[in-house]
């Protein structure tokens, strides 16, 4: 069940699937991404922003810009590959009958893997280009931002997978959400630094994927090259490959006994 | 020709419980086999098996000349299946659920798109190209749902119980478009527990249940060497204390449900006689079918 992925091509015929199910909708899901994380970054980044000094070395808004382009491409990858992902096997049985095809379980995944991962880009994109209007973006080194949101899609929607492989209903969602997902945008430095946390709480954050990706995205924000690349993108990585290793053999034992 | 599905030896055992008890089979290339068994008998297990869903505990499957579930994928390149429940993409219309099927089998767009309009045409869906999934009926369902399973030409059609939940008009227009893709050559291997489906589509089938192949032949020879040429149904309050007293001394077999006697005889001469003087019960003479086989094979206990 668990033994290495065997992924063709036919994976992108599911992406594109998806890919022309969101294009019928294009708008109205981009504004509605768009929405939640910039009532956040308003209210939280002028109401609270004005009683602070700098924070890190600039406005508090821009570094709450930086934030919110993580959380939410965090956000958008898990709700895909949550949500979207179990109606698509659990209600619909879109992947039953795409399996009657010659297209396999593991295509299946992946290629549901890659448009989460795709659609989290889309939205941290449009987040991107409207921070970018505003002035919060030193250079165009934030444009390499965009494939550090790739990545950082491919580790949620991964951990998302596993999480839909395993979930008996919608409500099972829940508990990732309370449990794993809120607590991750607390320590992770996207609203405020982690060096504000107690140590040991600070050393938990450390090992979470969402802190690897605040620390390669907000230097990058502010037009200076992070540090230790390397370490944060292998971090995501091993993430992502790891985390889609176990979902699809958890789902290969879901759906193939 | 070779078969388009042979299966030999086959077995499925889940947490210790055989449901795939070794059976076999093979399809005729052109020929319509049906795979009959009251719920739970097996059939499922056995099409998921034979498209490499479900790897088998044992035995051997070649599907359209490949092995299975070995080279599974290239196996279902060539052939077409109609689930047991509707699985179209509700956030397609008809045309473009039948083009992203085709894209999963490696078709391009323009080798799919001339085919949609003959597709529908075929399954009785003309100019509904645009219509949304979710205002069609459940019978425009499965019609579209056969579309679908055609789109890759397939050799061979696999359908799980192609008219369970349809309407009597829906069902004849189903069995209809079936025997004309028999006609054109195609071969089907359909699961269905309603007989009369059975028996007017099938050159062969094979009667399942508790995960064995209890039976297996044409439909008439099946209902010939299985079971009594004719039946005496009779009903009423007094039926079965009727035939406690007197049925066994006229039929070869008599089978009590609820207020029905099944007399099955190969004369039915006497056993009317008698009824004429029994005016309190009311009686149905006819030929045996393969229902009657079917029930004499798999009991009358309900399956759930």
Known sequence: MFSSPRISLRAFAVWRRNFLVWRKLAIPSLLGNLADPMIYLFGLGYGLGGLLPQVAGVSYIAFLAAGTVCSSTMNAASFEALYSAFSRMHVQKTWEAIMNAPVALDDVLAGEWLWAASKATLSGAAILVVIAALGFVASPLALWALPVIFLAGLSFAALGLIVTALAPSYDFFMYYFTLFITPMILLCGVFFPADQLPPLVQSVGAWLPLTHAVALVRPLLSGVVPQDIALHLAALLAVAVAAFWCALGLTRRRLLK | ?304
């Open chain 2, 1 to 304: 020709m070779n078969s388009p599905l042979q299966v030999r030896g086959l077995r499925k055992s889940y947490d210790g419980r055989e449901v795939i008890a070794g059976i076999d089979f093979s399809l005729v290339r052109g020929e319509c086999f049906g795979l009959l068994g009251p719920n739970g008998a097996g059939k499922t297990t056995t099409l998921r098996c034979c498209l490499g869903l479900t790897a088998p505990d044992a035995g051997d499957i070649v599907l359209a000349g490949e092995p299975v579930p070995l080279r599974a994928r290239e196996a279902r390149a060539k052939i077409g299946v109609v689930p047991q429940f509707d699985n179209l993409d509700p956030d397609f219309t008809a045309a473009e659920n039948l083009l992203v099927y085709g894209r999963y089998f490696g078709l391009r767009d323009a080798e799919i798109r001339p085919k949609i309009a003959g597709l529908l045409e075929f399954a009785g869906l003309g100019g509904k190209e645009d219509a949304n999934i979710r205002t069609l009926s459940g019978g425009m369902k499965r019609r579209l749902t056969l579309a679908r399973a055609l789109v890759n030409d397939p050799e061979l059609l696999i359908l799980d119980e192609p008219t369970t939940g349809l309407d009597p008009q829906a069902r004849h227009l189903i069995w209809e478009r079936l025997k004309r893709l028999l006609a054109q050559g195609k071969t089907i291997l359909l699961t269905t527990h309603f007989m009369d489906e059975a028996e007017r589509l099938c050159q062969h089938l094979a009667i399942m249940d508790a995960g064995r192949i209890i039976v297996q032949g044409a439909p008439r020879e099946l209902i010939r060497a299985q079971i009594e040429l004719q039946v005496v149904e009779v009903y009423g309050e007094d039926a079965p204390g009727w035939a406690a007293r007197e049925a066994g001394k006229f039929s070869q077999r008599v089978e009590v449900s609820g207020e029905t006697a099944f007399c099955y005889v190969d004369e039915a001469a006497p056993v009317l006689a008698q009824l004429a003087g029994e005016p309190q019960l009311r009686t149905l003479h006819r030929p045996a079918n393969l229902e009657d086989v079917f029930l004499k094979l798999t009991g009358r206990e309900l399956r759930d």
